[in-house]
Nanobody
């Protein structure tokens, strides 16, 4: 089993920045990919970004150029640096660990509890 704990969410004004962290524990050697998804009120969960153990990345078009995902394998931690935030980025952000850096949630076997990000206009 793998446990994921997110941190770093909060309230920020439009144009501001936040950095999310996700610490993994347990059978971390089984993790190939780690990613971030988000879910806004009344909307479906959507893919944000993912990174493989070898630092290959994948981003949703909506965040390319603004968000950067990175990974510290020694610390079993993944980060999401979010710049130029927009009100439409407001959502609960979930960390996930799984088998590929794909945008489909079914490929991720473990999920965190989520952290709220609110961007005010």
């Amino acid at each position: 089993q793998v446990q994921l704990v997110e941190s770093g969410g909060g309230l920020v004004q439009a144009g501001g920045s936040l950095r999310l962290s996700c610490a993994a524990s347990g059978r971390t050697d089984s993790i190939y990919a780690m990613g971030w998804f988000r879910q806004a009120p009344g909307k479906e969960r959507e893919f944000v970004a993912a990174i493989s153990r070898l630092a290959v990345t994948n981003y949703a078009d909506s965040v390319k150029g603004r968000f950067t995902i990175s990974r510290d394998n020694a610390k079993n931690t993944v980060y999401l640096q979010m710049n130029s935030l927009k009100p439409e980025d407001t959502a609960v952000y979930y960390c996930a660990a799984g088998r590929g850096i794909v945008s489909t949630g079914d490929w991720y076997d473990y999920w965190g509890q989520g952290t709220q990000v609110t961007v005010s206009s």
